[in-house]
C-alpha cells in the first residue's frame, strides 16, 4: 500500500468561499479520492489561514474580534465543503492549539541553525497579499502581485536567512524535476530566484492578531511564515502519523502563491531539518464571464448556489472538465449547462437509461463474452490522473462512454433476443458498472446512485474495472441528470 499526503492552501477567513476556493479543494478531493480507490493510505488536508492584518481588519469592518469573527466565516467554510462532498481527513485551523505547539518549536528548530537574526524591516507591505514588497518590484506604486495599495512600514523585526538558500533550492529542482510543477512554471521560479533571494522578514510588532514569535514575545510571527507550518502541525511533530504521511506527496496550490510553496517553504524546511514534500503543483486560475472575478466587480460565484442550481456533482464535473489543471480557464453558466445536456445528461445518463431499458424487457441470464472492453484503458486513465492530468483523464473516460453509446447503435439489441441479447446487454451493463467506478473521484453521488440501479453493491476500487462475464439485474431509478434550456 502506498501513502498519499495531498493538501489544499489553508484559505483566509476574511469572507466565505467563492469558486476559486472551491476548485482548489474540489480537485485535491478527486485526486484524493483516485487514490483511495486505488487503494493508496490517503491523508488529505485543507483548512483555514487565520491570522494576520488582512483578518483583524474584516473584524474591526464588522465590529466583532477577530475570534468570533473567524469562527463565523470558518462555519460557512465547513459547510461548503460538506455541500461540494469534500472528504478532507482533517481540517487544520490556524488558531488551534496544536498549530501554535507546532509552529513554536519549527522556529525553534530554524533559529537552532543559526538562520534567524534580529534586524529592521522598512519597505512596503500588502495587506490584502499579506506580502513584503521591495521598492524595484513596485508597479506604479502599488502592489506588483494584485494591483493595491501598499503602505510604508518600518520596525523592528527577526529575519529568516533565506538569501544562504538559493543553490540548496537550485540543488532541489534538479534532483527533483517535478517538484515545480507543472514544468511551465518553473521558469518563473527559476527567473525570480536568479534575479537573487533577499532574507525574509518573518516578525511583525505592529500586528497583534498573530501566534507570538517564540524568541521574543513583543513580535508575532509573519502570517504567511506561520501559515505554511500547517501542513505540518496537522500531522504533529513526531506523531506515528507524520512518521506515516510526511513529506506530503503534493502541495496543491494557485499559481500566485507558488512561490511562497516552492522557494520560501522548502528552504524552511531543509532549515528546520525536515523532508521536502514531492510536488508542488500550481494551477491556473478562473475568470467569470471572461473577465477576472473580484468583489468590488460583484461578480464571484458562489460555489454553494451553483451546487444548488446545477447539483454539486455537476459543478465538481464542470469545474475539472472545462480547463487542464495547471491552465487558466473562463467559468459562465452557459458554458455549465452545455456540458451539463451534452455530456452528463445525453451521453452518460442516457446510456445507463437505455441499457437499463432494455434489460427491463429481457428476462434471461445477462451473460456473455467481454467485448466492449477493448475500448477502455484503465492504466492510461489511472496514469493520467496520477501525473494531474484529471482533464485527460475524463477525456478518455468520455471516449469510452461514446464507444459504449456507439456500442448500442451498432448492436441494435432492440432487434436480439435469447443469447445473443444477454451478451450485449452484460458488456452494457458491465460498461456501465466501470464507469460508475471511474466517475467515483469526480462525481461521487451520481457514481452511487449508477451503481445502486446497477444492483452493484461493492465500494468503488479501480481492481473492480475488469468486465465480468455475468451482471446482476438492474432496477430502474431516476434519470441522472436533467437538461437546461
Ligand atoms: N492563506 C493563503 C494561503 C496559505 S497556504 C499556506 C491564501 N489564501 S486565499 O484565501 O487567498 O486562497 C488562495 C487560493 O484560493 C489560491 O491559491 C487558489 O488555490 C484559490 N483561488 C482563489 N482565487 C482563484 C481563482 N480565481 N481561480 C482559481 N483558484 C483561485 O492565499
Not at 493520467?384 to 447503435?409: H, M, P, Q
Request: net charge negative; with cysteine; hydrophobic share 35%.
Amino acid at each position: 500500500m502506498q501513502k498519499f499526503y495531498i493538501t489544499t492552501p489553508i484559505y483566509y477567513v476574511n469572507d466565505k468561499p467563492h469558486i476559486g476556493h472551491a476548485y482548489t479543494t474540489v480537485a485535491a478531493d478527486v485526486l484524493a479520492r483516485w487514490h483511495r480507490i486505488r487503494g493508496d493510505s490517503v491523508f488529505f488536508l485543507t483548512g483555514t489561514d487565520e491570522h494576520g492584518e488582512k483578518i483583524s481588519e474584516a473584524a474591526r469592518k464588522n465590529s466583532t474580534t477577530p475570534k468570533e469573527f473567524v469562527d463565523g466565516v470558518v462555519k460557512k467554510y465547513i459547510e461548503t465543503w460538506e455541500t461540494l462532498q469534500i472528504s478532507n481527513d482533517d481540517f487544520i485551523r490556524t488558531s488551534q492549539d496544536r498549530h501554535e505547539k507546532a509552529v513554536a518549536e519549527f522556529i525553534k528548530r530554524m533559529d537552532k541553525s543559526g538562520d534567524i537574526y534580529k534586524g529592521e524591516y522598512e519597505g512596503w507591505y500588502c495587506t490584502p497579499d499579506e506580502t513584503f514588497v521591495t521598492e524595484t518590484q513596485l508597479k506604479d506604486g502599488k502592489c506588483p502581485f494584485c494591483g493595491r495599495e501598499v503602505r510604508r512600514i518600518k520596525e523592528e523585526s527577526y529575519f529568516f536567512r533565506l538569501s544562504g538558500y538559493r543553490d540548496k533550492l537550485l540543488e532541489l529542482y534538479r534532483s527533483n524535476p517535478s517538484f515545480l510543477s507543472p514544468d511551465f512554471r518553473s521558469e518563473e521560479i527559476l527567473n525570480r530566484l536568479n534575479s537573487g533571494l533577499k532574507d525574509l522578514s518573518i516578525t511583525r510588532t505592529a500586528v497583534s492578531w498573530g501566534i507570538p514569535f517564540p524568541l521574543d514575545t513583543k513580535h508575532t510571527i509573519y502570517v504567511w511564515v506561520e501559515a505554511l507550518i500547517n501542513y505540518i502541525s496537522a500531522l504533529g511533530i513526531g506523531t506515528e502519523k507524520f512518521s506515516e504521511f510526511w513529506p506530503a506527496d503534493i502541495h496543491l496550490v494557485g499559481k500566485e502563491i507558488n512561490w511562497f510553496h516552492s522557494v520560501i517553504w522548502p528552504a524552511m524546511l531543509i532549515s528546520a531539518g525536515f523532508d521536502i514534500p514531492d510536488m508542488v503543483f500550481a494551477h491556473g486560475w478562473w475568470t467569470i464571464d471572461g473577465t477576472k472575478m473580484s468583489k468590488s466587480l460583484g461578480n464571484t460565484v458562489d460555489p454553494v448556489e451553483m451546487s444548488r442550481k446545477y447539483s454539486s456533482d455537476a459543478f465538481r464535473y464542470f469545474l475539472l472538465r472545462e480547463m487542464p489543471l495547471g491552465q487558466d480557464g473562463d467559468f459562465s453558466e452557459r458554458a455549465m449547462k452545455a456540458r451539463i445536456n451534452s455530456e452528463l445528461a445525453s451521453e452518460m445518463g442516457n446510456l445507463l437509461y437505455r441499457t437499463i431499458s432494455i434489460a427491463e424487457k429481457y428476462d434471461g441470464k445477462i451473460s456473455g463474452q467481454p467485448e466492449l472492453d477493448k475500448s477502455l484503458n484503465i492504466q492510461e486513465i489511472d496514469r493520467k490522473v496520477c501525473s494531474l492530468d484529471t482533464f485527460g483523464a475524463l477525456e478518455e473516460i468520455w471516449r469510452f462512454v461514446k464507444e459504449a453509446n456507439r456500442y448500442v447503435n451498432q448492436k441494435e439489441p432492440w432487434h436480439l433476443e435469447g443469447e445473443a441479447l444477454g451478451e450485449v446487454l452484460c458488456n452494457l451493463l458491465e460498461a456501465c458498472r466501470v464507469i460508475s467506478i471511474l466517475i467515483y473521484p469526480f462525481m461521487p453521488s451520481t457514481s452511487m446512485k449508477m451503481a445502486e440501479q446497477l444492483s452493484c453493491t461493492e465500494k468503488p476500487e479501480l481492481k473492480n474495472c475488469s468486465f465480468r462475464r455475468e451482471a446482476p439485474r438492474p432496477k430502474k431509478g431516476g434519470l441522472l441528470f436533467k437538461k437546461y434550456e
